[in-house]
């Protein structure tokens, strides 16, 4: 068992403590923080679940079940948070979760990887044809905001919410046909472990063959436990980033999704180290890509049916910030190399973004 | 005779047909649709007795007619209608021109290319220039929009008018300046069929050598049939389309750029299909550099000569639309390489730069 | 001695005669006219010594030397223009030093260059690692007036204030970094006379070593001459200005940064003819880099001290200038080769930016 393991099994131990503090009435500062520690585990034990399986069952299902669960943290947390009518956070935690993967994970990733080697390569094909299924959806997902924030008056918010669900439906379609691509098609190019199969499936050959019935056991109780804790962090969220004097946008932008992706940055650093940049590389800009062409068209869709306007007119600053994230991503992984410094430029977009959104007023 | 001329042949009986529907006031969408489905076969014809008199008076004063007579179809439909006083539908027209081209049959092509072929190859140093051309070009016409929508109080109506033909002139000289470079200075750069000639010659020495008078009467009949045509659809648009309840900005980026490039779009896609993708994509990607350095430029100073206001200062939205079309483009076309998943993203920022049209309001 | 020499001692004439132009009271134009002639050859000269002075000081100390005193003409205008309360023309010399080195130096250069040699190479590997952290710079110093721009009702003044300061913070730290990467941890990247060192040692030797003292007095003399020419241009320049009808944006924009980056330029000119493109464009982006990382963030420092508001919210229409600035050049410089076209493209987009400073209103 890793350091990480350990790590995630002695956090199990703040599921109780958070439904305690819950229970017991410790405060919604005190819920928040403890159910977030909570989340982080269940996170990554889900994802650990979903690939035992994905081994099992084959690449083809394996491929099409890591490319559905493979951000269900996330979408858990943001359609309980939906339902409870918190709907700019939750438009929030969608380009946060973009801009987090591309700058504070790729970033850290390069950066500590950079600090052992002295450049890392990883595959450019793969990167550019992402870059370009990001560039698509990036844009397609801001339309409704510059259309918005372009014309004197704005569009009715019936339309909006119209235009949100045509641009949700052809994404969706465009999500399906990626996967199509890259599994079918020319999965030729994604021979490199994207998702981590190809990992897995070594150290599969390696140890006993994953235990089918057990792995679907730990998905389903994590999926349980997941949705339980979100019911904390959500229920006490408005009330403990008022006491921590955040705004609602900042804590959708900077705070879910650092506590949503948490598995995945500590997997992206990790294999970085190991200087196994590809994977690195595509669980980040994966991850993104999934958030902008699955999780965010599945959310205005389940708004629509849940009575919530979860429409996609962002604040313009988000559209600004995803850009600037998108940008500066693809002019450092363009030529499929990476060093300390790109690291640090990626962390220094982050961090002046967050210093932005700290400073944004609340609208 | 290909099924295309065929086809093409056939589509001319809508020359008379919509003559009459106009004599005989068969209602304006009549007339709207059967003088489309007329130009559609003309624009054709004009390609291609500009093609054949290319190969008969030689490279450089062949390059020069197709560098002029390229676009000769929208530069029509947009005379007429700019003294008609349909300046936003003018100004539409060219940046829909730009958008339809780069995404709309540059997706067709590079989706229906990559259905029979896994993997299709073009020259990228030329996609280079051209896009480097492209970038300055979209940057410069849409330079006055980008100055009244971020000053507090814009310019007045005539420094707009003088700033765009400020940027008109340059636009001009630099075409100028592109031409010599790609015929003249760095030709050998440019060896593989651009705008066809290459392709025009191999058939022609297969062939007997073209009549150079017979072509230079079609040019000419075309062109008089074209411009006639032209007048009906001008004539009717107004009327035509709000029966069809869209706006003016719609009909202009959407509907009228389909009519005049319809020609382009059939060679471009027939081409991609022969494997032929490096003239798909320079006669894609050619003709929006036509359109930004050498159509808008002489329609602005036409429209000064006209008395028509046409100036540079287009819907913000445009801006939007046109920069998102090119950095997609760019980002697909960079590498040389396409498969059918690039042209599906091509299309789908099509669609929904649509669907945001079509749900703008009118200003 | 080379024309050029000769022709920059000829120049230190305007030293005593603007001196006395001020002291005579020959009008304020005679004045900035005759000082900012009197700035380029002094320019020219702190740039030399600089130089002498890293050959004999080593790498390392030399590296450091010119990475601080690079820009040191346009910083001393700057602080003297910064604390006579000219906020906003300092501001705009930020922008505009970073378009004028982009557009106007590379693209001479590159025009100059490509007539004489049919295509230079340069390395592609520095220019994209500058062009990293060059769009990280741009999108740093502009992040406070995109969240301006964008948001309904801004920022209170000081937390503008604030804001700025945590950016220049940033990239001053970004700064020093880039400065180790491309020192220590990877200055083999850079072996190629990256700021002209390697140029002076190959001269060092063949000549007589540089005397030091000599040069640190030349280097101080300069300084002290640069910074009294300063006060008369400054002092004069509110006047000046007015009188040839420019705005204070066009003042800053366009007239003060060929005016401090002459020097620069001929450099960047002057190697680009002898086909050392690698060292022109280092020249031209690494002064550009300079300027964002550096001299940005000292002046809001600077600003703050001298209780002059000095902050990072520029004219929107500054933003859209460097973005395009940006985007143009990296579009043009990422393929390592450049051409006369290429300079003709750049110099074309600083042409249409110039036009488009002129007309734009007065805030």
Excluded: C
């Excluded at 919410?161 to 045509?166: F, T």
């Excluded at 705004?247 to 997997?267: D, K, M, S």
């Excluded at 060093?339 to 640090?344: D, S, V, Y």
């Amino acid at each position: 068992m890793t350091l990480k393991d350990r790590i995630f099994i002695a956090l199990l131990v703040f599921i109780p403590i958070s439904i305690a503090a819950h229970l017991l009435h410790w405060g919604s500062l005190t819920v928040f923080i403890l159910s977030a520690l909570a989340i982080v585990p269940l996170a990554s034990w889900m994802g650990a679940a979903t690939e035992e399986i994905a081994v099992v069952v084959g690449p083809s299902a394996g491929g099409l079940l890591n490319a559905t669960f493979g951000n269900a943290t996330e979408l858990i947390i943001a359609l309980i948070a939906l339902r409870a009518g918190l709907v700019e956070v939750v438009k929030a935690s969608i380009t946060g979760s973009i801009i987090g993967n591309l700058l504070l994970v790729m970033g850290l990733s390069m950066f500590l990887g950079g600090l052992r080697y002295k450049e890392q390569e990883f595959q450019p094909v793969v990167a550019r044809v992402n870059a370009s299924s990001m560039n698509l959806a990036v844009i397609a997902i801001l339309l409704p905001t510059a259309i918005q924030f372009s014309s004197d008056r704005g569009l009715a918010l019936n339309e909006i919410e119209k235009l949100s669900i045509g641009v949700a439906i052809v994404l969706i379609l465009v999500y399906g046909l990626t996967l199509l691509f890259s599994m079918k098609t020319h999965s030729y190019l994604y021979d490199v472990g994207v998702a981590g199969t190809e990992e897995k499936e070594v150290e599969a050959a390696e140890h006993a063959p994953p235990n089918l019935k057990l792995w679907v056991g730990v998905l389903l109780a994590a999926t349980l436990a997941v949705a339980i804790e979100s019911e904390l962090l959500v229920g006490s969220l408005e009330v403990a980033t008022e006491q921590l004097g955040l705004t609602p946008l900042f804590t959708g932008v900077i705070l879910l999704p650092i506590i949503g992706n948490a598995a995945e940055h500590t997997t992206a650093v990790t294999v970085a180290m190991k200087d196994k940049m590809d994977l690195s590389v595509s669980v980040a800009v994966g991850s993104s890509l999934q958030i902008a062409l699955f999780v965010a068209p599945i959310l205005v869709i389940a708004g629509w049916f849940l009575g919530q306007p979860m429409d996609l007119d962002f604040n313009p600053f988000e559209l600004v910030a995803v850009v600037v994230a998108v940008l500066i991503a693809n002019s450092i992984s363009s030529d499929g190399k990476s060093n300390w410094l790109e690291g640090i430029l990626l962390l220094a977009a982050y961090v002046v973004l967050g210093l932005s959104f700290y400073f944004l007023p609340a609208s």
